[in-house]
Antibody, heavy 121, light 110 residues
Framework: QLQLQESGPGLVRPSATLSLTCDVA??????????WAWIRQPPGKGLEWIGT???????WYNPSLKSRLTISVDTSKNQFSLKLTSVTAADSAVFYC?????????????WGQGALVTVSS | NFMLTQPHSVSESPGKTVTISCTGS????????VQWYQQRPGSAPTTVIF?????PSGVPDRFSGSIDSSSNSASLTISGLKTEDEADYYC?????????FGGGTKLTVL
């Protein structure tokens, strides 16, 4: 059974870089049938797609975050990661990692439990 | 930019039928499939409808999805409402390299 687990600091200072990792168990990030994604949800608000990566390193980013965002994949560790630079309080959110089939219309079929990240001094 | 707009909230009584709309703007909603997710407080979202009208295993057939191209909208219909259906519901689709979520609808069953 697929399990996704987010990890990283729960508190990040303003203007710093937010870094999160998603460990994947029960599937390989190199599985050719799947993409891997990050999605966030500010407290009390809706879901926002952050970006998606394929095991080859191909990425798709939310245009609103693209200038601050890097998503990478490490097939040897079976994980993928998120780095968001120059964070502000508006970046505080629960961050989810998720999997979706490698075609545009695929749903996010598995999600991690989510990691709360607060941006505050 | 492609956007999906949902009503902020809907409410209905147990046993009744409710429909949640998802209206596309800045693009054609029927260009790609729409999915629907249910999110209960404190939990990650789960899929209730994918590819417009498909249900994952374990999702009851009380949940159904549809598209109305004339209004550029998708709908999630839940019949025979149960108190356990009370949750936030999100539509989601794709447009030219971007995956998009609607703002979410809070369903109250009372």
């Amino acid at each position: 059974q697929l399990q996704l687990q987010e990890s990283g600091p729960g508190l990040v200072r303003p203007s710093a870089t937010l870094s999160l990792t998603c460990d994947v168990a029960g599937d390989a990030v190199s599985n050719t049938f799947y993409y891997w994604a990050w999605i966030r949800q500010p407290p009390g608000k809706g879901l926002e797609w952050i970006g998606t990566i394929y095991f080859t390193g191909s990425t798709w980013y939310n245009p609103s975050l693209k200038s601050r965002l890097t998503i990478s994949v490490d097939t040897s560790k079976n994980q993928f990661s998120l780095k968001l630079t120059s964070v502000t309080a508006a970046d505080s959110a629960v961050f989810y990692c998720a999997r979706h089939r490698a075609y545009s219309s695929a749903n996010f079929d598995s999600w991690g439990q989510g990691a709360l990240v607060t941006v505050s001094s | 930019n492609f956007m999906l707009t949902q009503p902020h909230s809907v409410s209905e009584s147990p046993g009744k039928t409710v429909t949640i709309s998802c209206t596309g703007s800045g693009g054609t909603i029927a260009r790609d499939y729409v999915q629907w997710y249910q999110q209960r407080p404190g939990s990650a979202p789960t899929t209730v409808i994918f590819e417009e009208k498909q249900r994952p295993s374990g999702v009851p057939d009380r949940f159904s999805g549809s598209i109305d191209s004339s209004s550029n909208s998708a709908s999630l219909t839940i019949s025979g409402l149960k108190t356990e259906d009370e949750a936030d519901y999100y539509c989601q689709s794709y447009d030219r390299g971007i995956w998009v979520f609607g703002g979410g609808t809070k369903l109250t069953v009372l």
